[in-house]
């Protein structure tokens, strides 16, 4: 019988209190170096931070030779700034308010270059009148919506006269187009590549018409993990995965084609026994995300058989066999479907390697302010 421990198990787990979430930095560095054999040039990737929301992750992907970031939240853009990341894409639709904290960030951090999101005329106008203002350029993409039915403008003849206007806005220099198709999740690989190069057709067909109109063919951030191998085959197109350096059970059932591996864990405890088959542990909405149905939001990676039940603020209730071992203080490890706003719930996070705690690291990003 294979005595090794398995890759997750913590040795010294009775030093940590729980629930608590565990990062394993060598299988992040293995999933960064999987995901630029992906793409043909790593000046391409633009990965969403989004999942990690830490520092630490950032400093690795940027030894890696990743240069260029996306992020949705001012904080996840100052984090960045922190760590005097080259290219910061914040993609987001900015009201005045964010305006005003952006503007801040570009002048804070002179070694970081910062783009945004217009998707309306009135958006840019204001952003246009307040770098005016402060006597700045800032770059902007031109946000489409290809079907998430979220933000952006329909690719097509309103999209073409709003990137004209852009363009002759002071205060703004137009570098290219965005565009998030977060609602292509097929299974099917080649499905998924069918209804994303038609999700696609009608931003493909304006880039066209811009260049036939004398304009470079505008450059294109596209995509989030499920449509990244797809979109990694455009030209002049920049991918944002984001998952990839911690993974999660979500990903690994829906993208099977993707083998990056499980980086991130949440450490339960059992609590209590309320009966005979049922036993509860420290896994509550607080520790876990709950979005999805309760038995889509955690697999336990060492009792792959126990069944959610019931679920609650500092609680999980799960289903066990009725001749089950499971003692009070034995240890769970929770394999998240959706990581990235399980990351969000931590302030920080416990390092493993070899089997041993070695380092602690900070959710930075996961309030919506962090300094500045």
Excluded at 56 to 69: N, P, Q
Excluded at 94 to 111: N, S, V, W
Excluded at 178 to 190: L, P, V
Excluded at 304 to 312: E, R
Aim: proline content about 5%; some cysteine.
């Amino acid at each position: 019988m294979n005595n090794i421990p398995d890759w997750y198990h913590v040795k010294d787990a009775e030093q940590l209190d729980s629930p608590a979430l565990l990062l394993y930095p060598e299988r992040i560095k293995q999933n960064i170096a999987l995901v630029k054999t992906m793409i043909d040039d790593v000046s391409r990737l633009r990965p969403h931070v989004k999942t990690s929301k830490s520092p630490d992750v950032i400093r690795l992907m940027m030894e890696a030779g990743i240069k260029k970031f996306k992020c949705a939240t001012i904080a996840e853009a100052e984090m960045l700034a922190t760590c005097h990341a080259p290219d910061i894409l914040l993609a987001y639709q900015l009201t005045y308010p964010k305006i005003l904290r952006f503007i801040h960030l570009i002048k804070t951090y002179t070694r970081s270059c910062f783009s945004c999101l217009v998707d309306n005329q009135e958006s840019a106008a204001l952003l246009s009148a307040t770098a005016v203002e402060n006597d700045l350029v800032i770059k902007v993409y031109i946000d489409l919506n290809v079907g998430m039915n979220r933000t952006g403008i329909k690719p097509g003849k309103e999209a073409m006269s709003l990137y004209e206007k852009v363009l002759l806005m002071s205060g703004l220099k137009l570098v290219g187009l965005h565009a998030y198709d977060g609602h292509i999740r097929e299974k099917n690989f080649e499905k998924r590549t069918r209804i994303c190069k038609d999700a696609f057709s009608s931003t493909e067909e304006m880039r066209a018409n811009l260049k036939s109109r004398g304009y470079m063919l505008p450059g294109l951030v596209a995509g989030g993990s499920p449509t990244f191998a797809i979109h990694a085959q455009r030209e002049n197109t920049e991918c944002s995965p984001g998952t990839f350096v911690f993974w999660d059970k979500g990903y690994a059932d829906s993208i099977p084609e993707q083998p990056f591996v499980f980086a991130a864990l949440v450490l339960a405890r059992v609590v209590s026994l309320p009966d005979e088959e049922r036993i509860c542990i420290d896994l509550g909405y607080k520790a876990v995300a709950s979005e999805n149905d309760l038995n889509s939001r955690v697999f336990f990676l060492n009792a792959p058989g126990l069944v959610p039940v019931s679920h609650s603020e500092e609680h999980m209730v799960l289903k066990a066999e009725k001749a089950h071992h499971f003692k009070i203080g034995d240890l769970l490890y929770a394999l998240p479907v959706h990581i990235c706003p399980t990351v969000a719930l931590y302030s920080h996070a416990t390092c493993i390697e070899d089997g041993m705690v070695t380092d602690t690291w900070k959710i930075t990003a996961r309030d919506r302010s962090i300094g500045s």
